[in-house]
Nanobody, 127 residues
Framework: QVQLEESGGRSVQAGDSLRLSCAASGRTITPYIMGWFRQAPGKEREFVAAIDWSGGSSYYADSVKGRFTISRDNAKNMVYLQMNRLKPEDTATYFC????????????????????WGPGTQVTVSS
């Protein structure tokens, strides 16, 4: 019943920063781990980042570690992805998703455990 919708994607230059937002509606996302994934045309969906229910723990793919920061505001039912020092290889459709596992604690976030997904927002980074 939870619905997710991403926003904030646009075309930028390499080295620029961008913040993506994920708004949840229908039900609170407070109990759930939330994640960001991305997918470029012709490529598999790639994990980007995840954050636990409290916002106290987060995990990042090696490709974005040190550049991206995931955060959440449970009171606003929102999740964010701050993207700094963007590279052309960051170009993709970015998706927000909810981890269905009720008590998971770890660093393994396959796409199969996430439901629902937002429709995605496009990020294009030009050199």
């Amino acid at each position: 019943q939870v619905q997710l919708e991403e926003s904030g994607g646009r075309s930028v230059q390499a080295g620029d920063s961008l913040r993506l937002s994920c708004a949840a509606s229908g039900r609170t996302i407070t109990p759930y781990i939330m994640g960001w994934f991305r997918q470029a045309p012709g490529k598999e969906r790639e994990f980007v980042a995840a954050i636990d229910w409290s916002g106290g723990s987060s995990y990042y793919a090696d490709s974005v570690k040190g550049r991206f920061t995931i955060s959440r505001d449970n009171a606003k039912n929102m999740v964010y992805l701050q993207m700094n020092r963007l590279k052309p290889e960051d170009t993709a459709t970015y998706f927000c998703a909810l981890d269905r596992r009720p008590n998971y604690s770890g660093d393994y976030y396959p796409p199969s455990v996430f439901d629902p997904w937002g429709p995605g927002t496009q990020v294009t980074v030009s050199s």
